[in-house]
């Protein structure tokens, strides 16, 4: 049984301000049930501030779903239907990543999987 894992751009903001985006490169990533699967995010940003990092899961014909948040001074949260034993994401702050992991893969995790930051104004 393979697992489909959709990735798509997403910009900061709805103005997509300077250089401030997101790029998930890696398109269609394909799995089996039971399976580890880790989609890359890169960030770019133009703000030395803090940095808040999302990851959003949307399936056909519904709106994404918050899965989970990392910050860049270290706080993380997941969303309780997505738990952090089978989700999970880290930023690296030398690579400008934010790479979500999924473990145990199972059929209703197939989606297509956004990423966002926000610079904290």
């Not at 998930?24 to 039971?34: K, L, T």
Request: aromatic content about 12%.
């Amino acid at each position: 049984l393979l697992i489909h894992l959709f990735l798509c751009m997403f910009c900061s903001s709805s103005e997509c301000k300077g250089e401030d985006k997101v790029i998930q490169e890696q398109g269609d990533v394909i799995a089996a049930e039971g399976d580890t699967v880790t989609l890359n995010c890169k960030y770019e940003a133009t703000s030395t501030y803090a940095t808040y990092l999302f990851w959003y899961k949307q399936e056909v014909n519904n709106f994404p779903k918050y899965v989970l948040r990392r910050d860049s001074t270290g706080a993380a949260e997941n969303a309780q239907e997505f738990p952090k034993d089978r989700f999970d994401a880290k930023i690296n702050k030398k690579e400008k990543s934010v790479p979500l992991k999924i473990q145990k893969l199972q059929l209703s995790d197939s989606a297509v999987y956004y990423c966002e930051f926000k610079n904290r104004d």
